[in-house]
T-cell receptor, first 117, second 111 residues
Framework: GAVVSQHPSWVICKSGTSVKIECRSLDFQATTMFWYRQFPKQSLMLMATSNEGSKATYEQGVEKDKFLINHASLTLSTLTVTSAHPEDSSFYIC?????????????FGPGTRLTVL | QKEVEQDPGPLSVPEGAIVSLNCTYSNSAFQYFMWYRQYSRKGPELLMYTYSSGNKEDGRFTAQVDKSSKYISLFIRDSQPSDSATYLCAMTSGGYQKVTFGTGTKLQVIP
């Protein structure tokens, strides 16, 4: 099956610093990548949809200047949490859709746990 | 009303039992339906993927979609302790459209 990796798997940072999370599709090309946030015991909340070579589309309520998304190639998307604060502590998960095939099938990365002190 | 409703559980069953997990939805545009399994502190893993109404079987897992009732199910036969996880239903209208997730049902299979 399709494999998506994320790096780092967990990160602890001080309040006010920026953190970059990478999402890679390892064995397929992903035209579209998605970034989700998941708080404890809650479902995934879509933050933004990222299309290769164009600007990301953010969901309502998600600050685009705080959560910078770059999808520079068909295998790599990055999420940068700028000036992170404790309330940004969460589990961030990316997913990727294959360029071939149809439907909304998405393959998820293992997630990145961010803790902001 | 949420677009997708899923009983959060937890659901506890003895090993070997048949498990039935369900979701209802309100958006008639949804055509693609998925079930994901998520272990604690891990990303979701795609289990089943179906298009439109009907059944799909893969090993011990069977997914059913009834679009007329806006109701989808996942059945797990001969449940194992390793099946203990949170199961998320998900659906989309297609292409690379937004995927809407249920809240997840936590399943515990007791040896």
């Amino acid at each position: 099956g399709a494999v998506v990796s994320q790096h780092p798997s967990w990160v602890i940072c001080k309040s006010g610093t920026s953190v970059k999370i990478e999402c890679r599709s390892l064995d397929f090309q992903a035209t579209t990548m998605f970034w989700y946030r998941q708080f404890p015991k809650q479902s995934l909340m879509l933050m933004a949809t990222s299309n290769e070579g164009s600007k990301a589309t953010y969901e309502q309520g998600v600050e685009k200047d705080k959560f910078l998304i770059n999808h520079a190639s068909l295998t790599l998307s990055t999420l940068t949490v700028t000036s992170a604060h404790p309330e940004d502590s969460s589990f961030y998960i990316c997913s990727a859709g294959q360029t071939s095939g149809s439907g909304g099938e998405q393959f998820f990365g293992p997630g990145t746990r961010l803790t902001v002190l | 009303q949420k677009e997708v409703e899923q009983d959060p559980g937890p659901l506890s069953v003895p090993e070997g039992a048949i498990v039935s997990l369900n979701c209802t939805y309100s958006n008639s545009a949804f055509q693609y339906f998925m079930w994901y399994r998520q272990y604690s502190r891990k990303g979701p893993e795609l289990l089943m993927y179906t298009y439109s109404s009907g059944n799909k079987e893969d090993g011990r897992f069977t997914a059913q979609v009834d679009k007329s009732s806006k109701y989808i199910s996942l059945f797990i036969r001969d449940s194992q302790p390793s099946d203990s996880a949170t199961y998320l239903c998900a659906m989309t209208s297609g292409g690379y459209q937004k995927v809407t997730f249920g809240t997840g049902t936590k399943l515990q299979v007791i040896p």
